[in-house]
């Protein structure tokens, strides 16, 4: 891990131990939904397991709309540590839209899943429960929701992508503390939020 210049060091305010595990778990299983998504539309009908990559990719997305909402509640109760002053005014407002389109989001991909296939036969299962439809069979209702859900998915990939250059730039070029805030680190004795 390279070094953080100089004399910001002591003075970064951190994300706390809930926020920061509340991150790398759902990172991890929103790049997981993204590459399980692109994989199985491309399966052919017909494939003997192809139902199955589909109950997963819905139970997992169930689960991220559980952790969405978690995150998003412990986020509004608890504001993210400020910047330190030297960043710039721009990079400010860069990191503000981008975290809140990242939460926008987050928050309509589960829901428009969840409602185009509450409106086709097979609804949803969370591993083997069936979950209540919100809706009846209507192929255009399905489709509408589904254009909303690829849209998003291609949306959350391009965020995604400039949101780790952003991060890997402060780590590697920057390095000013602020991908450390995302970490557990040496620096737990600074203020965290
Ligand atoms: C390997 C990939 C990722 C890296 C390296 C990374 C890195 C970071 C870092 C360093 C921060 C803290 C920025 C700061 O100090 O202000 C952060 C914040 C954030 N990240 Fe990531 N991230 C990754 C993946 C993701 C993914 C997949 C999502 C969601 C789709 C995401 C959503 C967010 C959000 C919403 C924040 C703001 C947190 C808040 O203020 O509540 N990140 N990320
Ligand atoms: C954060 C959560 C989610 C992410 C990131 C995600 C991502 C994706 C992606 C990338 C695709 C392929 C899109 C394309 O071909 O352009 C997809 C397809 C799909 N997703 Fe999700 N998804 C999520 C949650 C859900 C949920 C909760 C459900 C339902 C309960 C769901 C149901 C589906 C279905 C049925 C398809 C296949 C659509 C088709 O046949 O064209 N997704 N998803």
């Given amino acids: 891990m390279s070094e953080v210049k100089g004399e910001y060091n002591n003075r970064i305010e951190r994300y706390n131990l809930t926020a920061i595990a509340l991150h790398w778990v759902m990172a991890l299983l929103i790049i997981t939904l993204l590459a399980l998504g692109y994989y199985m539309v491309d399966i052919p009908k017909g494939v003997p397991n192809r ?3 589909f109950n997963l990719h819905k139970s997992l997305g169930v689960l991220a ?3 969405i909402f978690l995150r998003a509640g412990w986020r509004w109760t608890h504001p ?3 910047l330190p002053s030297n960043v710039p005014g721009w990079t400010v407002s ?4 981008s975290h809140l389109l990242l939460y926008v989001c987050m928050v309509l991909q589960p829901l428009t899943g969840y409602l185009s296939s509450s409106f086709n036969k097979y609804g949803v299962k969370f591993f083997g429960i069936e979950l209540p439809k919100w809706g009846w069979e209507d192929a255009a209702l399905r489709d509408l929701f589904m254009k909303f859900h690829h849209l998003i998915a291609a949306l959350l990939v391009a965020l995604i992508l400039v949101h780790i250059l952003a991060a890997l730039k402060h780590l590697l070029v920057d390095r ?3 991908f450390q805030r995302m970490l557990l680190g040496k620096n737990e004795s600074t203020k965290t939020t």
């Fill in 94 to 97: 860069a990191a503000w839209w």
């Fill in 176 to 178: 000013d503390g602020i």
């Fill in 80 to 82: 993210a540590p400020k």
């Fill in 65 to 67: 709309t559980f952790l």
């Fill in 51 to 53: 139902a199955d990559y």
